[in-house]
């Protein structure tokens, strides 16, 4: 035996004295197989987590899309059928015989008064040109329409002269409600008897339906009859510099083109008889025994079209959220119905069109418009 020593005999235990390094490189070893573990999981668990997260993002993406989609297929069907059911209305009042023998009456009456003339005293003559001087003022000042001189505006007829300073310039009821007038004082002529004898029926059809005016026209484009007593009574459509081409034109290309009955609908125009607003119509031929007597046209209200567009003002209830909306775009690119945003906050919809690209001084121009059609179709579809 030498006199060398073993710190760990074999089999022996484990000296209590084991040098403190060795224990620190066991625990540090612990330490970083720990520390690995760890950040394996955590590494786990944030891959499986960003999968989930891409995942259900997509996943919610596809639902919105799919959602979103959805609710543009149920508007579309849904303004198509509102469009169709005004056209299948107008379709029925065509061919309604009341209707008929209304027209047939009003454009002979028409057609008589027209063959006579001096029908206005002096005085009668210069109030009608008076409403016409006053028409061109608001027109320009209420929504910037330049109409074309007033004495140009005035009916060439003998029988649109007649009708409109009886039942316009001596209407005795105000502003919508003109059509509560059925006999016009002083007007003693065959057509006032007509007129007695028809318009309350013809008028309640107009309101029946909702429709905000009614027109009669003979087969030449002369408006023998409306509701509510505007400044197309006893005008031409066709060749009236005021009313402009939409209407006229419509008739004549379109409405001559189609069967009897069948019913045409005419884009939002500025329609000078309405004070220059964008008004849209729906149109269809009249008939009796002897064939085509003329036309009955009606003017659709924007309220309808709305109410296609904005499921009566309930987004919320049809799964549009707080912001979505649904609306109309004709080929120019403009709006045919109103903006959520303008329908629930005006002012706000006012401070968008200042901080979009648009020519300095547009909202102005909405100021004080807010109860006409105007503002609403004169804003390009890009504004939210």
Same mark, same amino acid.
Request: net charge negative.
């Given at each position: 035996m030498t006199g060398q020593t073993n710190d760990n005999p074999a089999g022996g235990p484990p000296r209590q004295d084991e040098p403190k390094d060795k224990q620190k490189a %066991?625990?540090?070893?612990?330490r970083s197989l720990a520390v690995r573990l760890i950040s394996a999981s955590l590494l786990a668990t944030l891959l499986l987590g960003g999968i989930v997260f891409y995942e259900t993002r997509s996943l919610l993406t596809t639902a919105v899309e799919t959602q979103l989609g959805s609710q543009q297929g149920s508007q579309a069907r849904a303004i198509s059928t509102g469009l169709s059911s005004i056209k299948d209305t107008v379709s029925v009042m065509a061919r309604d015989q009341e209707l &008929?023998? $209304?027209l047939s009456d009003l454009a002979a009456a028409f057609e008589e008064l027209d063959q006579? !003339? *001096?029908?206005? @005293? +002096? @005085? @009668? &003559? @210069?109030?009608? *040109?008076?409403?016409?001087? *006053?028409m061109v003022a608001e027109a320009a000042a209420r929504t910037g329409f330049d109409l074309p001189p007033s004495e140009e505006l005035v009916p060439a007829g003998e029988a649109g002269r007649y009708l409109q300073y009886h039942y316009i310039v001596a209407n005795p009821f105000p502003s919508g409600e003109t059509d509560q007038l059925v006999m016009a004082e002083g007007d003693d002529s065959g057509y006032g008897a007509v007129h007695e004898q028809h318009h309350e029926v013809v008028n309640w059809k107009r309101s029946n339906f909702g429709f905000s005016d009614l027109m009669l026209l003979n087969t030449n484009g002369d408006v023998v009859y409306t509701s509510m007593k505007q400044t197309d009574l006893g005008r031409n459509l066709i060749s009236s510099l005021f009313v402009g081409d939409a209407l006229g034109s419509a008739i004549v290309a379109r409405?001559?083109? &189609?069967a009897l009955g069948e019913t045409i609908l005419i884009d939002f125009q500025r329609y000078a008889p309405a004070g220059g607003a +964008?008004?849209?119509? %729906? $149109? $269809? $031929?009249v008939s009796s025994d002897q064939g085509a007597i003329g036309a /009955? /046209? /009606?003017t659709v209200p924007i309220e309808a079209l709305n109410g296609l567009t904005t499921s009566q003002e309930r987004w919320k209830d049809v799964g549009l959220g707080d912001t979505g909306e649904a609306y109309v775009v004709g080929r120019d690119l403009l709006m045919r119905s109103d903006s959520r945003l303008w329908l629930e906050d005006q002012d706000a919809y006012l401070a968008t069109l200042n901080d979009q690209d648009y020519p300095p001084g547009t909202a102005s121009e909405f100021t004080g418009c807010c109860s006409t059609v105007v503002p609403k179709? !004169?804003? *390009? !579809? %890009?504004v939210p």
């Open positions: %066991a625990r540090s070893l612990r &008929v023998r $209304a006579q !003339s *001096d029908l206005l @005293e +002096p @005085e @009668e &003559v @210069e109030s009608l *040109d008076k409403l016409y001087r *006053d409405l001559t083109g &189609v +964008p008004t849209m119509f %729906a $149109a $269809a $031929a /009955v /046209v /009606v179709m !004169s804003i *390009d !579809s %890009a």
